[in-house]
């Protein structure tokens, strides 16, 4: 497979973003252990369900509030004629109200976010963060407009998991029934400061401006589908904790947001090509150069595949002693965690994907997203009552919406690539066999240390985990990589070379 009809710029911008991003998840996946294991173990399942419960409402609420202008602000700043501080400002005035009428939604309905008692104090205060999350994310997005990626990581990956992490141990004694909700409203603020510092060096205060209320609202009114695709996306990846909310008890729902965590670290390889790709994708889109974003998405898609489908073989092969990591009560979500990670893989080349047909097709992306939303829901509740009725225990069926949000994606992704392939008259999909290869090589390396006695299980971890990935990357390397691929490595090879 070759992108040789894609510029060699945009291979290189995408390189280098992948760079700069694989930098940041490593350093993210440094500060979110810390805070898994903390979590785990101070606070137990119980409280840390009723913590993931909460974090679904108010990043539902905050997704909402930005209007699809994560993705939809490098459209706009591609084709305007104003000056791109105008734009970037009026989008925060536009996240700025938005979040006002969710955060006064959720203080006056806390029920959304709570099943059981309202914490008081500082915790109370929990939906004000909407707006800094909403302003956090614009702003990152202005950035990565003009490729500056270093701010999305500092941010991101350095900022937010950190003080998360850290303020989570000293809350523990303060205030051990909301210490979490806490430590999250520190890491939000933390991070939005991170944001914002960088975005007004290169924006600045804009010069003459005035907010156009029209202006505004037809900005607004034409991210719709944006914002309802930014928000079918995220629902199809918390809906499982919701439904589970209501079904289970919030232990249950601790122990399947420990799974969700970790399986969510490999989709974060993707959400963070998202800032690179996206103006990419629209400035090719601009100069009607379709078979370069066919090119584009197909080369993005194997480097998320590849990455994620090896990181999820280190997560599930060794499930159990991942799980117990965190703590003893967590190996109970082993099966899940098996089926999440899997998902991610899965979903990469939906993901990519839709990061062009946004642009293309957006209402029938819409479409597309959220039938199989329904899906995943329906399918979640009968696998769910299924396992029920044959008597199974509730860790068993609480990994029922993880395998439907594994099915659903699959499926999701196979129409999404037909779709985008037929309007770029390319193919899309980044899949090849070689990864197959890789996994069957990794999973017998991994199951001679499964296979270990339980007294060795530390093994797992300490000598397994490497050489899983060592022999997953070696035949990625040798059988899979062609010159275009070693570009997130390096430079471009030379023309003809």
């Known amino acids: 497979m070759t992108t040789a009809n894609a510029p060699a710029d945009d291979i290189a911008a995408l390189a280098k973003g992948g760079r700069t991003n694989v930098l940041g998840f490593a350093l993210r996946l440094a500060a979110r252990v810390p805070f898994l294991f903390v979590a785990g173990r101070l606070y ?20 909402v509030a930005t209007l699809g202008m994560k993705r939809g602000l490098a459209q706009a700043l591609s084709t305007t004629d104003r000056p791109h501080a105008h734009v970037a400002w009026d989008a ?3 996240a700025l109200f938005a979040s006002i009428i969710a955060s006064l939604l959720l203080f006056s309905f806390p029920q959304i976010m709570y099943r059981g008692a309202v914490p008081v104090g500082i915790a109370f205060w929990m939906p004000a963060i909407i707006v800094a999350i909403a302003w ?10 003009r490729h500056n990626l270093r701010a999305t990581v500092t941010a991101r990956a350095v900022i937010e998991p950190w003080t998360i992490s850290i303020a989570s141990v000293p809350l523990w004694y303060v205030d051990p029934a909301s210490g979490l909700e806490i430590a999250y409203m520190l890491s939000m603020l933390a991070a939005v400061v991170a944001s914002l510092i960088p975005f007004l ?12 209320l029209a202006t505004i609202a037809g900005l607004a009114w034409q991210n719709v589908p944006l914002a309802g695709a930014d928000a ?10 919701f439904i589970l909310g209501q079904l289970f008890p919030p232990a249950i729902v601790g122990i399947y947001y420990m799974a969700q965590q970790i399986a969510s670290l490999p989709g974060r390889l993707k959400t963070s090509f998202d800032p690179i790709l996206g103006p990419v994708i629209t ?13 584009q998405v197909r080369q993005v898609g194997f480097w998320i595949m590849a990455a994620q489908g090896g990181l999820a073989l280190m997560g599930s092969i060794p499930g159990k002693a991942v799980m117990g990591t965190i703590g003893p009560q967590f190996v109970y979500g082993t099966a899940a965690l098996a089926f999440l990670l899997t998902a991610e893989v899965l979903a990469a080349t939906a993901s990519t994907c839709e990061s062009a047909l946004v642009y293309v097709a957006r209402h029938w992306n819409l479409l597309i997203s959220g039938v199989m939303l329904g899906v995943q829901v329906a399918l979640s509740f009968a696998l769910i009552y299924l396992m029920r009725g044959w008597g199974w225990p ?10 439907a949000l594994m099915l659903s994606l699959a499926l999701t992704s196979l129409i999404k690539a037909w779709l985008l392939g037929r309007l770029l008259g390319a193919s899309v999909s980044g899949w090849r066999w070689q990864l197959a290869v890789a996994a069957g090589v990794a999973i017998a390396v991994g199951s001679v240390f499964t296979a270990l006695p339980q007294r060795l299980e530390w093994a ?35 023309a003809g070379g």
């Open 92 to 94: 925060l005035v536009v």
């Open 283 to 295: 400035q090719r889109l601009a100069a009607g150069d379709r078979a370069a974003v066919a090119a």
């Open 460 to 494: 797992e971890l300490v000598f397994g985990l490497p050489a899983i990935a060592a022999s997953y990357l070696f035949v990625i390397w040798r059988l899979a990589f062609g010159l275009e691929d070693r570009a997130l490595f390096g430079g471009m090879p030379k």
């Open 394 to 403: 509730d860790n068993y069926q609480a990994a029922g919406p993880a395998i």
């Open 201 to 212: 060096r290169s924006y600045g205060i804009p010069v003459g401006w005035k907010p156009r």
């Open 44 to 63: 137990g399942a119980d409280t840390v369900g009723k913590f993931a419960l909460a974090v679904v409402a108010v990043e539902l609420a905050a997704l």
């Open 232 to 241: 079918i996306e995220w629902a199809t990846r918390n809906v499982d904790r």
């Open 136 to 145: 956090s994310d614009i702003s990152l997005a202005a950035l990565a407009y």
